[in-house]
């Protein structure tokens, strides 16, 4: 991203360069944020339960403090910081494949099949994906793999919508009769032709969806319901921060200014990228 | 135009009993709920009579259909925890967590109406910024996050604890959680409302308007904010799905007693038959809402009438 910005670095609106740079922060923090602090996530210090951030004048060797075991909050931050990212990314990634795969199919198959792909989509339209989620995790055992399939139906019916409809007007358009005159197969069509045609319909919905699964398992780690300790995440740090929301503010409002930063920072960048990509929806949108 | 609307019913009735299966497969696979229901260490004996009253000795498919021929006798189980039924737990709820929402609902379309209407007056101003800022603002901010900076707020600056058992009502009590319910809902209504009135502004209609000499006013309410209301209204119901998902969040970080919070509850003690109540009430209430909308919808757009059916 950073190499692309040098170019036309004036075109981009100050606020998108402030979000690209903070998510650019947020992944290095990441993946490197266990290397700023000699302790480890787990590792818990009965002296020194619940110190104020060191970073904010309370005297503690803690930069950001410790919770109630003791155990820091940077390192904790930056594991949380990539177990959010991993799920997030991971979960938009099988939404994203899942849904636009779906929509492809019922627009290219027209019949029964697309009404069965429809119907299911109405399914979806009428359960919020947290109730199907918290139904889920209360009838199966509560694992990592399950929690990231869940996560990761979020927002499959957008997708599947979205492409079954661009797949339909792509299909009216000349280059695909010229393609099929020339002899190309279905599948040639679909996937070499149609398909990067609708891909911009695709990213753009990524950016849309990609803040929605990271408030879904932020929400859900929140109510101890999704990443289960020992393993951590944003919502997690939140979760057991939250009986200790008046005398250990750090503990909630760091976590939660990180969520909220980073599904901020994606949401604007994914702003700018739709009028970059659309360009009949300029000016419609915040810049 | 009977057509239509049969056809609709007809689609959210299908939607429905898919859910249903759902569920009830879902309650199925999910392993021997003799075994979740009886206590941990029972005899095989006890767990085999379990499996007998629940008739989880018959055929799936007698299963099915007992399920199914039990919901229209009104037989949707009974809480493992207090022995209750279902409905009557759900119901118990019900009160509290309608005040809550429709509040969260009528403080979003009022305030972003209003917000997105002058936004889009203002176009381009400072004022339509800070309008689609808020927007962004609202669509990124987690429900929770914000309700715990609304219950800090309160203790820290005005000494009232907004997350108590919600014994105290007062009016504070109520209108703390509504917004931070309503919150997201309002940035997207400010947002929507915006974009649809602009696009109707800009229509050559309008401009066929001025120039006929009619007053600004009356091309405003008579022939712009009709048009631009009929995208609005299907916000309507797209909104309600967040502001059901939002209450789950909502009623847990304020203690208020709702169904949100006799289903997170039903979902730690793995009370599956509240649970499945529950999820099937919010099944149906969305399918009832979605298919109202796109009702209203047709009553409002005479060109969705005679066309082909969506």
Do not use: C
């Amino acid at each position: 991203m950073a190499e692309n910005t040098t170019l036309s670095a004036a075109r981009i609106p100050f606020v998108v360069r402030l979000s690209m740079g903070f998510l650019a922060l947020f992944v290095l923090f990441a993946l490197f944020g266990t290397w700023l602090t000699p302790y480890g996530f787990r590792e818990t210090a009965l002296m020194h339960r619940l110190e104020a951030p060191g970073l904010f004048g309370s005297g503690s060797e803690y930069v950001l403090g410790t919770d109630a075991r003791g155990r820091d909050l940077v390192a904790r931050l930056a594991v949380g910081a990539q177990i959010t990212l991993l799920v997030a990314v991971v979960g938009t990634l099988i939404g994203t494949i899942f849904g636009s795969l779906l929509g492809l199919i019922a627009a290219a198959r027209r019949g029964y099949t697309e009404a069965a792909i429809m119907t299911a989509v109405d399914v979806q339209l009428s359960l919020p994906i947290i109730v199907v989620a918290l139904f889920v995790l209360a009838m199966f055992d509560n694992s990592f793999t399950l929690l990231v399939l869940l996560i990761g139906f979020t927002g499959w019916e957008a997708y599947a919508r979205l492409v079954r409809a661009a797949t339909l007007s792509a299909k009216t358009q000349g280059y695909v009769t010229a393609q099929r005159v020339l002899g190309a197969g279905a599948a040639r069509i679909y996937l070499r032709h149609i398909l990067p045609n609708v891909f911009n319909v695709i990213l753009v919905q990524f950016t849309v969806n990609l803040p929605l699964t990271i408030l879904l398992e932020t929400a859900l780690s929140f109510l101890g319901l999704g990443v289960q300790p020992p393993m951590t995440s944003l919502g997690q740090i939140m979760s057991e921060g939250r009986d200790r929301l008046l005398n250990a503010w750090w503990l909630t409002l760091l976590p939660g200014t990180l969520i909220f930063l980073l599904a901020l920072s994606i949401s604007l960048v994914g702003d700018w990228l739709r009028d970059r990509l659309d360009p009949t929806l300029r000016g419609r949108q915040i810049a | 135009m009977t057509r239509i609307i049969l056809f609709k019913t007809l689609r959210a009735i299908i939607t429905l009993l898919v859910a249903v299966t759902l569920v009830f497969l879902f309650i199925r696979l999910s392993g021997d709920p003799a075994v979740a229901l009886a206590p941990p260490d029972a005899p095989p004996a006890v767990i085999e009579e379990y499996r007998q009253r629940l008739g989880l000795d018959q055929p799936l498919w007698t299963q099915y259909l007992s399920y199914i021929g039990g919901m229209f006798q009104g037989n949707f189980g009974y809480s493992i925890h207090t022995g209750r039924s279902a409905p009557s737990l759900f119901m118990d709820r019900l009160p509290a967590t309608l005040l809550l929402g429709l509040t969260a609902l009528g403080i979003s379309v009022v305030l972003g109406v209003t917000l997105g209407t002058i936004a889009a007056l203002r176009h381009n101003s400072a004022i339509d910024r800070m309008v689609m800022s808020f927007s962004v603002f609202a669509f990124a901010m987690p429900n929770f996050f914000f309700g715990l900076l609304v219950v800090l707020t309160g203790a820290l600056v005005f000494g009232v604890y907004f997350g108590g058992s919600g014994a105290t009502r007062s009016l504070g009590q109520l209108l703390a959680p509504a917004a931070t319910l309503g919150l997201a809902t309002m940035g997207s209504f400010a947002r929507f409302t915006r974009s649809s009135l602009l696009e109707t502004l800009n229509k050559p209609f309008m401009t066929a308007l001025a120039a006929r000499g009619v007053p600004f006013r009356r091309r405003l309410l008579r022939h712009a904010v009709p048009n631009a209301a009929i995208p609005v209204v299907t916000m309507l119901g797209l909104s309600l799905g967040g502001i059901v998902a939002g209450a789950v969040v909502t009623e847990q970080v304020f203690s208020w007693p709702g169904v949100g919070q006799l289903l997170i509850r039903s979902v730690e003690t793995r009370d599956i038959a509240v649970l499945q109540f529950i999820v099937l009430m919010i099944a149906l209430v969305m399918t009832v809402t979605n298919l109202l909308v796109d009702l209203l919808y047709l009553a409002l757009d005479p060109r969705m009438r005679g066309g082909r059916n969506g």
